[in-house]
DNA sequence: ACCGCGCCGATTGTTGACAATCATACGAGC
DNA sequence: GCTCGTATGATTGTCAACAATCGGCGCGGT
């Protein structure tokens, strides 16, 4: 074979990860709505596990801080009040600052390439006019960002952040700008990265961000 | 009686969330050094508990990212090269760096209070001498610094990092600064927030986190 | 009518047993 | 002598049953 180092262990998730993986999705998209409560047996027989596995997978999400666990009662899906959906704007802003400065220091051609994927679908989305599509895109281009970092730990935060990011959209009538401003929104980012332009940048993402908060506040 | 307002809802921790906080003293003090198998039996015997809540507790490590997962084999805790040390003070550079934020642009005064207590603590622990307490000082410095900012994420976030920052200094044979150098360096910031000069505090988290990622460097 | 009490179904918490997989040691074959 | 195949013990993954707790209902008392 030409390349041997491309050889990767093969990936095996445990059963806990990928029920895990299901549940964040469902609980991300609404699918569970803030406040339900998750009853194991019925989760159990839907997944087609006994319901030790399944509560694995529901510590994880708790530790992720998803579910709020109470004894003895179950397991409930986190309200969102306006505190929470600050929190998570500016979390998300000190995660994805940083990430923004590493890439200005790091790679900068490998993030403006990624990126630049990461922009042409959220186009595709913006143009098919399809909301949940555009809220992929735009959640895939943020996830994009910080991968580019190379610091696998704001990956993980980040990863955490975006899923609380999209049930605010979710429960918060999902109060989303116009797709031509979403798709422009972003496509400065990627110019001020590829112009090597930090400054501009970090105040492009501080923006983002604040403007974000403001947008979802009357609730 | 005077205040009803105090009262909390009695503190109902579930097992695993008992047994994680255990695991991850454990981890974070080097009990159990990176790398090492953490066998269920053995643990759940030690806990007094059967294998169930104790591989809830696990999972709930694996998602934190102490704990790493090889499917029929085992969790193994995670080792920390040169590249992970850098990961971590960045990650916690961008936590703590917004966490000074709102903290100049929240309530600065409570702030103050709280961080001269942690201080204080840290002064008696480097009075004593004992590396070991003027570690746990420290980390509690840091961990109310995220505290007062009042965002749980950026909180919970923090939390794991100084397990992870506490594993290097442990793996890394400890190379800590000088006693009077510790207090100065966390004096100086508890006077720039008191100051309210936020440039000053940024600057000086900022160069606290990177002459930590040099001084670990010749590992 | 209202409050307290106790019963009952339902759900969560925990356990021990069973099945599947892995790591190691041993022996056969080349 | 080395490699490959196999048996074995140990560990993980999964399950179904048991115990404990919760929420709601009805009953009796005041």
Redesign the pocket.
């Known amino acids: 074979m030409s390349e041997l180092g491309e050889l990767e262990p093969v990936a095996r998730q445990?059963?806990?990860e990928l029920i895990a993986d299901q549940l964040r999705s469902a609980i991300m998209y609404g699918v569970f709505a803030p406040g339900t409560?998750?009853?194991?047996?019925e989760l159990a027989a839907r997944f087609e596990?006994?319901?030790?596995?399944l509560?694995e997978a529901m510590q994880r999400l708790v530790q992720e801080g998803l579910l709020r666990?109470e004894?003895?009662?179950?397991l409930f899906v986190i309200d969102l009040d306006e505190q929470d959906v600050a929190d998570i704007y500016l979390a998300r802003l000190a995660i994805e600052r940083m990430a923004c400065e590493l890439i200005m220091h790091g790679n900068r051609g490998e993030a403006v390439a990624h990126l630049t994927e990461a922009l042409t679908e959220l186009v595709t989305a913006a143009e098919s006019g399809d909301r949940h599509a555009m809220s992929d895109a735009d959640q895939a281009f943020h996830l994009a960002l910080v991968t580019c970092s190379g610091n696998s730990r704001l990956e993980r935060m980040a990863q955490t952040l975006l899923v609380e990011t999209r049930m605010c959209l979710a429960a918060l009538q999902d109060h989303y700008p116009r797709p031509q401003d979403l798709v422009a929104e972003h496509r400065i980012l990627v110019d001020a990265i590829a112009d090597g332009d930090e400054e501009r940048l970090l105040g492009l993402i501080e923006s983002h961000m604040r403007d974000s908060i403001v947008r979802l506040r009357p609730a």
């Open positions: 445990s059963t806990a409560q998750l009853a194991e047996a596990v006994s319901r030790g596995p509560r666990g004894r003895h009662r179950g």
